[in-house]
């Protein structure tokens, strides 16, 4: 199941005055006058996140009905993961592996160099 994230853009519509919307935002969220500052700083802000698709929904909605401006994104840890698989560095498979190569490296290489003596009989 995708979860979602809410990222306000630190905006507001248009058709809503900077004064009321930051001052809604303050009331409805209690934010300190300097967490509205940032908020309101015209950058993009993770609100929430790990949301599913109906709660990032209705806070996106309720975001545009204060006069806000944010939109919705899918995580970027559950875009290309298939059901049931997590991130790691290397799979339990080849952790268990103490010989990466398939070959036994024991055994002796021919030399493979034109010249097999140090220094090359013409002189």
Do not use: W
């Amino acid at each position: 199941m995708l979860k979602y994230q809410l990222i306000f853009l630190g905006e507001i519509n248009d058709l809503f005055q900077l004064d009321r919307v930051r001052h809604s935002f303050k009331k409805r969220f209690k934010l300190s006058e300097s967490q509205t500052n940032i908020l309101f700083s015209g950058k993009e802000i993770i609100l929430k996140k790990d949301l599913n698709q109906h709660d990032a929904l209705q806070y996106a909605l309720y975001i545009d009905g204060l006069g806000g401006v944010c939109y919705i994104e899918a995580m970027k840890s559950e875009l290309f993961l298939p059901e049931g698989v997590t991130f790691e560095r290397r799979n339990q498979i080849r952790r268990a592996q103490t010989e990466r190569r398939l070959h036994d490296r024991s055994t002796l290489n021919m030399d493979r160099r034109i010249h097999h003596e140090r220094r090359s009989s013409v002189a």
